[in-house]
């Protein structure tokens, strides 16, 4: 995204646009957990998630510099895809959401 062309209010509408998006959180908890990952591997950690979908997040993540994807000159192609600096200092934040939804996931059940 270009953020020059788009007016943010504050720092925090800025964080939300880069992170926000149904999986983009998921994408980064997995690639904290186990990096490098090629697509396929990704495909089997979200079956919810279509290819189409996965895809355009791991663009964006890319275009954001959140994540690095490295092309294999190998036939067939391979492709993997790992954190940059900036992706792996979201770690306290990613964890903090994920700590929090099992909270409220457990919250849920008492209900």
């Known amino acids: 995204m270009n953020y020059k062309?788009?007016?943010f209010?504050?720092?925090k509408d800025l964080a939300l646009?880069?992170?926000g998006g149904r999986w983009k959180i998921a994408i980064i908890w997995a690639l904290l957990k186990?990096?490098?990952l090629r697509l396929s591997e990704l495909q089997r950690q979200f079956p919810d998630i279509n290819q189409r979908?996965?895809?355009?997040?791991?663009?964006e993540l890319e275009e954001d510099n959140i994540i690095q994807?490295?092309?294999?000159?190998?036939?067939?192609?391979k492709v993997d895809y790992t954190l940059t600096a900036l992706?792996?200092?979201l770690e306290?934040?990613?964890t903090a959401i994920c700590d929090w939804g099992d909270i409220f996931h457990q919250s849920l059940g008492s209900n």
């Not at 979908?53 to 663009?59: D, E, F, M």
């Open 5 to 7: 062309e788009k007016e």
């Open 9 to 11: 209010y504050t720092s």
């Open 17 to 19: 646009s880069v992170i």
């Open 34 to 36: 186990k990096s490098p």
């Open 53 to 59: 979908t996965l895809i355009r997040q791991l663009r």
């Open 69 to 77: 994807r490295t092309i294999y000159p190998v036939v067939p192609p």
């Open 87 to 89: 992706g792996l200092s």
């Open 92 to 94: 306290p934040v990613v």
